[in-house]
């Protein structure tokens, strides 16, 4: 069994209207998760803070995890 909090998961599975964790590739074809949080609705992506429409395309997702203090 793995948690799903740790785990990250193909971006298919990814649930609407969540906050999430997303992995994207940068122009160099390296993998980097956002530092904030994201959702998606529909076929796009959205910054969960603002409602900012995103032109990304991320790989992967997980649960977004807020840091403490």
């Known amino acids: ?11 298919a599975s990814a649930p609407s209207n969540r906050e999430l964790e ?4 940068d122009y160099d074809g390296m993998v980097h ?3 904030f ?3 998606h609705d529909g076929a796009e992506w959205v910054a969960h ?3 900012k ?4 395309q ?10 403490a203090g």
Do not use: F, N, Y
């Not at 997303?22 to 590739?25: A, D, E, K, R, S």
């Not at 429409?53 to 990304?56: T, Y």
């Not at 991320?58 to 840091?67: A, E, G, I, L, N």
């Open 1 to 11: 069994m793995h948690s799903l909090s740790a785990e990250w998961l193909p971006v």
């Open 22 to 25: 997303v992995c994207v590739l």
């Open 33 to 35: 998760a956002l530092m």
């Open 58 to 67: 991320p790989t992967h997702w997980r649960k977004w995890m807020q840091s």
């Open 49 to 51: 803070a603002g409602s």
């Open 53 to 56: 429409h995103l032109d990304i």
């Open 37 to 39: 949080p994201c959702h």
